[in-house]
């Protein structure tokens, strides 16, 4: 019997078209979309995925290849996946197989001569291999006495032993998938059994919102906006519970830098062995088990950061996107998706609820609230109705004319709230978006700055022990974009005479600045420089938390999220970082930063108060966040954004053409841009540019971009697929494609 039917695979390449195999008559009716296999693909043997099915032999130079052998028994892409990767793939420009590969666990990406394992793992009434095997009888061609290893490949030669599987050993023995390794070290969970407090009527009224389309399995998405420590948290945990009680799963979306152990615990606490956890910290083989536990059913609720959005939910009932406002969500490379947006159509697609919550929601969802797009839920009011912190403004314009050369990083009014917290036995959180010590290296005489060889980005001073250690005792200089290194020049490069000198705040600085005028004080730092090792970053919060610590000085990493009942003053010591990027959310991400950080103080029966420092204290950002008045900076930040006709009100798509020759990059940008402008007004686009990208050079590429403005997705995709049958991008020349972009740098 032979088979009119050829395997269409997609691989993880930018080549936006299927590969077609024949499948050999030994495969047929095993093979499904959604499947791994493993294919020859130019000169590699190599993992694809099934996408599809044709009975139209292609016309290849080369012939037909065959598809060698299965890598899943059952897909790894769930329908609904799979019809998630379609829409991505549509609507981010990117091709299917960026799309699916994105959605797979690592450990399933790669390894085309990867096994099957036997396992009983997940079954109703496992029995052993040896047991299974013995009933099945010989296979020829296959030694048994070898299986029981536990690893089978699914080709051709094995598919007997499959089918024998799959119809006599139901419930016993499983083939899983290659990188479902048995053997890893699972996490016990604990919990399941805490009195639960009484919802506040707030929390009532969302909740009972949101059970309404549970209940009736449809799809809506919700926007709760509750200011911090309203108790959102409550709210998500009590719609996960209604979503188990109805036998089906749920995926809760944290920001990477918010998912600490303290935050999966809530959930553990509540959920116990139902939980399972993806982040990036954990193993590839940690990961693959949880994966698994979720696909099999025995996970119920998926907590993880972005990716935890490609869960293997078999009966997706909710996806909440928590702090729904971070552009973290927002993946950087192709395929560039936000995790929000995509989560909102896996609900649709599922017939599922979407709950988004934030104390300070992006502008795109507010306007979808008001839109009716999304239904607007509010919780005003903090737990117990305790008050929202009382903001101070201390301008730092005066402070510095009134104290002259001594420049400070404490103004006088913070580091007295700061003694009165220590002597009171409070804790206090100093907050400064910026890593390292000092920001700007430059020559005192021409004022020429150092830059990062590499990029077009000045280069920040390190203090920590690991730069000493290469810099022979002395600081060293690092480009946080590419992380190159070197030392402090002696004199300047431009004008080769001007003494260098360091300006500039960063955290490495303030917390030296602490350690000198509270020396019995117990202090730490988070950022990024103190978090690189595993765990870490969980242990600071936690000395933090059991008052081990008295002052934590940190980036945005202690802005987000955590809950410190402790902590009853927050000093902002420098609220402008941010406010002059040349992006149009620069407002926006300095006001929701702003927000939360303030939020993190007064949580428990003590009150907070907040000191702000800053040399605008009549910027409308600051403003706003100091009167907690959010409804205000909507008004205002809407009506600007409609007048310069940004998003909310249109759809952006970014081209980045960058190469090593400026040239190049120049060129290729130039040639697009003319034929974009060509066809623009036929698809409703505006084209603005090419202009030199904000960061012009970056890690030794020349950067030029263009902008395209429209009032819907398609408008832009077609534009694009328009110039890309016209055009192909030069040798040498990358481009990428952002759709909804979340950095105008
Ligand atoms: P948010 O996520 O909105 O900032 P959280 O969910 O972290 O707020 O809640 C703040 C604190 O209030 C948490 O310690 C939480 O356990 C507690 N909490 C939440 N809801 C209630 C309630 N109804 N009664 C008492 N305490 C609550
Ligand atoms: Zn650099």
Same mark, same amino acid.
């Given at each position: ?18 590969? %077609? ?20 693909? $130019? ?90 095997l013995?009933?099945?009888?010989p296979f020829r061609g296959i030694n048994v006495e070898r299986l029981k290893g536990?690893k089978v490949p699914?080709?051709?030669r094995t598919?007997?032993l ?29 919990? =399941? ?24 399995? #449809? ?36 920001? @990477? ?39 099999? $059913? ?12 490609? +869960? ?123 890593? =390292?010590?000092? #920001? ?28 000493? %250690? ?22 300047? +490069?431009?004008?080769?005479?001007? *003494? ?67 902590? #009853?003053?927050? $000093? ?13 959310? +620069? ?21 907070? #108060? ?40 249109? /759809? ?10 400026? /040239? ?13 402008? /060509? ?10 540019? *090419? ?17 395209? /403005? ?17 055009? @192909?991008? *030069? ?15």
């Amino acid at each position: 019997m032979s088979s009119n039917l050829f395997a269409e695979i997609v691989f993880p390449v930018p080549l936006r078209k299927v590969f %077609s195999y024949r499948i050999p008559e030994a495969l047929e009716g095993l093979v499904s979309t959604g499947m791994r296999c493993s294919v020859s693909f $130019g000169r590699r043997q190599t993992v694809g995925i099934v996408a599809g099915f044709t009975s139209q032999a292609p016309n290849y130079s080369r012939g037909i290849k065959p598809l060698d052998s299965l890598l899943d028994t059952e897909p790894s892409l769930t329908p609904d996946l799979l019809e998630l990767g379609k829409w991505m793939a549509d609507y981010y420009y990117c091709s299917l197989g960026e799309a699916y590969f994105a959605m797979l666990p690592t450990g399933y990406r790669k390894n085309p001569r990867a096994f099957l394992y036997l396992t009983s793992q997940g079954l109703d009434h496992p029995q052993s291999v040896e047991e299974v095997l013995a009933k099945l009888g010989p296979f020829r061609g296959i030694n048994v006495e070898r299986l029981k290893g536990g690893k089978v490949p699914l080709t051709a030669r094995t598919r007997p032993l499959a089918e024998a599987l799959k119809q006599e050993s139901l419930g016993a023995l499983r083939l899983a998938g290659a990188s479902d390794n048995p053997q890893v070290k699972k996490t016990a969970r604990p919990g =399941g059994e805490v009195a639960l407090p009484l919802l506040h009527a707030q929390q009532e009224m969302a909740l009972k919102a949101v059970l309404d389309p549970l209940n009736l399995s #449809t799809f809506q998405t919700f926007l709760l906006h509750g200011v911090t420590g309203s108790g959102k948290t409550e709210v998500y945990l009590r719609a996960i519970s209604e979503v188990l009680v109805k036998g089906k799963q749920a995926i809760v979306l944290i920001p @990477e830098i918010a998912l600490t152990p303290q935050t999966v615990e809530r959930f553990t606490g509540r959920f116990g062995d139902r939980v399972a956890v993806l982040h990036s910290r954990l193993s590839t083989g940690q990961r693959t088990y949880e994966w698994q536990r979720i696909a099999l $059913g025995q996970a119920k609720v998926a907590v993880g950061a972005r990716s935890a959005l490609f +869960a293997p939910t078999r009966n997706l009932g909710l996806i909440v996107v928590d702090e729904e406002h971070e552009s973290s969500y927002k993946q950087e490379d192709s395929p560039r998706y936000h995790a929000r947006d995509a989560a909102i159509k896996r609900a649709q697609i599922n017939k599922a609820v979407a709950l988004l919550g934030s104390a300070t929601p992006s502008l795109e969802s507010v306007q979808n609230a008001r839109s009716g797009k999304y239904t607007f839920l509010s919780m005003p009011e903090r737990v117990n109705r305790r008050p929202l912190p009382r903001i101070k403004v201390v301008d730092l314009k005066r402070e510095w004319q009134v104290r002259g050369e001594d420049r400070p990083v404490l103004t006088l009014a913070l580091e007295e709230a700061i003694r009165e917290t220590l002597d009171k036995e409070g804790q206090a959180l100093l907050f400064l978006n910026r890593r =390292g010590f000092s #920001t700007l290296t430059l020559c005192m005489k021409c004022g020429d700055q150092v830059h990062c060889p590499h990029c077009s980005i000045p280069v920040t001073l390190h203090r920590n022990p690991s730069m000493r %250690s290469a810099y022979s005792g002395q600081a060293g200089l690092l480009c946080h974009y590419c992380n190159w290194t070197g030392p402090i020049p002696e004199k300047c +490069a431009a004008c080769k005479d001007g *003494p260098i000198q360091q300006v500039g705040l960063g955290t490495e600085k303030v917390e030296e600045e602490l350690k000198a005028k509270f020396p019995k004080a117990r202090i730490a730092r988070m950022d990024l420089d103190t978090t690189r090792k595993a765990g870490s970053h969980g242990e600071i919060l936690d000395r933090f938390r059991r008052r081990q610590t008295d002052l934590l000085v940190g980036t945005q990493m202690i802005a987000k999220g955590h809950d410190f009942p402790g902590v #009853t003053l927050v $000093g902002i010591v420098g609220a402008d970082v941010g406010l002059a990027l040349p992006d149009f959310r +620069a407002s926006e991400r300095v006001f929701q930063l702003l927000v939360q950080v303030a939020g993190r103080a007064g949580r428990a029966e003590k009150e907070g #108060t907040i000191y702000l420092q800053t040399f605008h204290p009549e910027h409308a950002s600051i403003v706003s966040a100091v009167r907690h008045d959010t409804q205000g900076f909507w008004e205002r930040e809407l009506e600007l954004r409609k007048d310069l006709e940004y998003p909310p009100f249109c /759809k952006l798509g970014l081209l980045i053409y960058r190469a090593k020759d400026e /040239k190049k990059a120049h060129e290729a940008a130039e040639k697009a841009g003319e034929i974009l402008r /060509k066809d623009a007004g036929k698809y409703g686009v505006r084209v603005v540019g *090419p202009a030199p990208a904000g960061i012009f050079k970056l890690r030794g590429h020349y950067r030029f971009q263009v902008l395209l /403005k429209a009032a819907k997705p398609q408008a832009i995709r077609q534009l694009l697929q328009s110039l890309d049958s016209r055009l @192909e991008t *030069p040798a040498g020349v990358f481009r990428a494609v952002d759709l909804d972009p979340q950095t105008m740098l």
